[in-house]
């Protein structure tokens, strides 16, 4: 079992930042790839980033050039560094370890995004 624990959501204005973080613990040493995805109000949950262990990254069209995904390895945690924020960021950011077929969830933070 692996346990994701995030922090860093909150209420900011449009054009501002905010860094996500996931932190992981438990059986983590097989996991690859971790990631985020976003569930917008009223939609599905989406992409976000993703990067692997080795520190390939990629982004959904919708953030490239804004956020910057990374992770830290000796410490098992991954970031999401969410820059020029625009209303349309506003949704509950999931973080996530682990293949599409056995992949593990953290419980979430709220990111507002104020125009």
């Known amino acids: 079992q692996v346990q994701l624990v995030e922090s860093g959501g909150g209420l900011v204005q449009a054009g501002e930042s905010l860094t996500l973080s996931c932190a992981a613990s438990?059986?983590?040493?097989?996991?690859?790839?971790m990631g985020w995805y976003r569930r917008l109000p009223g939609k599905q949950r989406e992409a976000v980033a993703a990067v692997t262990v080795d520190g390939t990254a990629n982004y959904a069209d919708s953030v490239k050039g804004r956020f910057t995904i990374s992770r830290d390895n000796a410490k098992n945690t991954v970031y999401l560094q969410m820059n020029s924020l625009k209303p349309e960021d506003t949704a509950v950011y999931l973080c996530?370890?682990?293949?599409?077929?056995?992949?593990?969830w953290g419980q979430g933070t709220q990111v507002t995004v104020s125009s």
């Open positions: 996530y370890a682990g293949p599409l077929l056995q992949r593990y």
């Open positions: 438990g059986s983590i040493f097989s996991i690859n790839t």
